[in-house]
C-alpha cells in the first residue's frame, strides 16, 4: 500500500507539472507501446498451489510524454507502466518507470524526480548497477526495472562525468505469488519485510559515479550507501503455528534458509517428497524480506579494440551481516562484420562470473561459479532482425541454462519478439533448482503509436 501512495503521488506531482504556465509553451513528443504476451511452460508445475496453465497470456502498455522547452534546457518527461495477468492476479501490476523534470546547463544537468540508471558493461550479470529494484514481477532476470525518486547532479567536462544522487522512498521487491510459476514453494510475506533502518523507506541513499576515457579504454567507478535492493530472507511463523506445540514451534523458529536448502537431505528415507514437505510447512512459515544499510563499491571497464570488445565488473559488499562480499564477471566480444560476405555481423560471447557469498553472507544468487557463452547476430536489415543465444553453466555444480532472444520488425508500427529459456540439468544444491522446471518459451507482439 505504501508503495501505491508514493507513486499516486509521484502521478499528481507529473501532472502538476505538466499543467503549469511555465510549459505551456514547450514542444510535446508523445508515444506509447502495447505488447501482448504468450508464455509457454513445458513442464507442470513443481510446487503446490502453483496454476497448472501451461499457456499464461497476459497484456502490458507504457507510454512516453515528453515536454521540453523552447530553449531545450527543461525537459518534463512521464514513463507510466502497467501489466494485466489473468493468470497470476500479483503480477498485475503498474509503476511510473520514469517521471522527472531535467535541466540541462553548460558543464551539468539536474534531475529530480523518478527515474531509471543503468551502470554497466557486461552481457551476463550486471554487478554494478544498483540504483533501481528490480521489477520481478516481470521477469527474474533482473532486466527490468521501478522508477527510483532521486535527485541527480551530473557534472561533466574533458576529464569525464562524475554523477552525485540523493534518494528516498525505497521501492520494495514484489513477487509472484505461489499461484505464479517463479515462485518459491514457502510462501514470501512482503507484510513482514524488516528494515536495518528505523526509517524505513525513507532511509536516505546516497551514491557515486565516475565515468572517464583513457586510451582504448572506458572506465567507471562507484559507491553506493544506503538499504540494499537485494532482500536476504528469514523464516517467520504464520498465525497457525500457534496451534501447533510449543517445541515445535521453537524447532520452526530456529530454521534457517541453509536448512530450507538442505531439505531433500532432511527427507532422505522418509517417504515424503520434497514439494509435499515443502506445501505442508508453508502453512506455518513464511519468508519475510530483510533489507539491510550496505556499502557498495564497483569498478566497469570496458575495452575498444576494433572488433574486439573487452569487458569488466567487480564489486564488493559489507553491511548484509557475514563475511564481506566480492563479486566479479569478465569477458569479451568479438565481432565479424559482414561475415563470410553474407551481409549480417556475428558476435560472440564470452564471460566467467564469481561471487564469493555463501548463504550466510547476504541474498541469494544462483551465478557464482559460472562460465556465460553466446552468439549474436545482427541482420542488418530493414526490419533490424536480430538473434542472441547463450549459456550458463556452473563449472563446480554443472547446472546449465540456455537463453535465447529474437525480434524482427513486421511492420513499420509492429514488433515480434521470442524469449526462451530451459533448464537442462540443475543440480539439487544449486538455490536454482526451485525453477528447474519452469523452462518456457515467450512470444511477444508490440504495436507501437
Not at 51 to 57: F, K, S
Not at 71 to 100: C, K, M, N, Q
Request: proline content about 4%.
Amino acid at each position: 500500500m505504501a508503495q501505491r501512495h508514493r507513486l499516486l503521488a509521484c502521478t499528481a506531482l507529473a501532472a502538476a507539472l505538466l499543467a503549469s504556465p511555465a510549459v505551456q509553451a514547450a514542444s510535446l513528443d508523445a508515444g506509447a507501446e502495447i505488447w501482448f504476451d504468450n508464455r509457454l511452460f513445458f513442464q507442470p508445475p513443481e510446487w503446490e498451489g502453483q496454476t497448472d496453465a501451461r499457456l499464461q497470456p497476459s497484456i502490458a502498455a507504457t507510454a512516453d510524454l515528453t515536454l521540453t522547452s523552447k530553449a531545450g534546457h527543461d525537459t518534463l518527461r512521464l514513463v507510466p507502466f502497467g501489466r494485466i495477468d489473468p493468470y497470476v492476479t500479483d503480477r498485475s501490476h503498474w509503476d511510473i518507470r520514469e517521471g522527472y523534470y531535467l535541466h540541462q546547463d553548460d558543464g551539468w544537468d539536474l534531475l529530480v524526480g523518478a527515474s531509471r540508471v543503468f551502470w554497466g558493461v557486461t552481457e551476463s550479470r550486471h554487478l554494478v548497477n544498483i540504483i533501481n529494484q528490480s521489477d520481478y514481477l516481470e521477469d527474474i532476470d533482473g532486466e527490468d526495472y521501478l522508477g527510483q525518486p532521486m535527485v541527480n547532479l551530473s557534472i561533466f567536462g574533458d576529464w569525464g562525468t562524475l554523477d552525485l544522487f540523493a534518494m528516498t522512498g525505497f521501492r520494495e521487491r514484489q513477487f509472484p505469488n505461489n499461484a505464479g510459476r517463479y515462485s518459491l514453494p514457502i510462501s514470501i510475506d512482503e507484510g513482514a519485510a524488516e528494515f536495518e533502518s528505523d526509517l524505513k523507506h525513507w532511509q536516505p541513499d546516497l551514491a557515486v559515479h565516475f565515468r572517464t576515457t583513457l586510451d582504448n579504454w572506458d572506465f567507471g567507478l562507484s559507491h553506493f550507501y544506503g538499504t540494499s535492493r537485494d532482500p536476504r530472507f528469514q523464516v517467520v511463523l504464520d498465525p497457525a503455528a500457534r496451534f501447533l506445540p510449543a517445541s515445535v514451534q521453537n524447532q520452526l523458529k530456529s530454521l534457517s534458509i541453509d536448512d530450507l536448502n538442505k531439505v531433500d537431505d532432511l527427507l532422505a528415507g522418509t517417504g515424503i517428497s520434497t514439494p509435499q514437505a515443502l506445501h505442508i510447512a508453508d502453512s506455518f512459515i513464511s519468508l519475510a524480506p530483510v533489507y539491510d544499510i550496505i556499502n557498495q563499491s564497483g569498478i566497469e571497464a570496458l575495452g575498444v579494440y576494433d572488433d574486439l570488445l573487452l569487458k569488466f565488473e567487480g564489486v564488493t559488499i559489507t553491511g548484509h551481516g557475514g563475511d564481506r562480499i566480492w563479486s566479479a564477471v569478465g569477458g569479451f566480444e568479438y565481432t565479424f562484420t559482414d561475415f563470410a560476405s553474407s551481409g549480417f555481423d556475428l558476435g560472440l560471447l564470452g564471460e566467467a562470473i564469481y561471487d564469493s557469498r555463501d548463504l550466510d553472507d547476504g541474498p541469494y544468487t544462483i551465478f557464482d561459479n559460472d562460465i556465460f557463452a553466446g552468439v549474436r547476430l545482427s541482420f542488418n536489415d530493414l526490419d533490424t532482425t536480430s538473434v542472441l543465444v547463450g549459456g550458463y553453466v556452473d563449472w563446480k555444480l554443472g547446472t546449465t541454462i540456455l537463453t535465447a532472444e529474437i525480434e524482427r520488425r513486421i511492420f513499420d508500427n509492429i514488433k515480434l519478439s521470442v524469449e526462451a529459456r530451459g533448464y537442462p540439468y540443475v543440480s539439487d544444491q544449486d538455490p536454482l533448482a526451485v525453477f528447474k522446471q519452469d523452462s518456457y518459451v515467450q512470444v511477444r507482439l508490440s504495436f507501437f503509436f
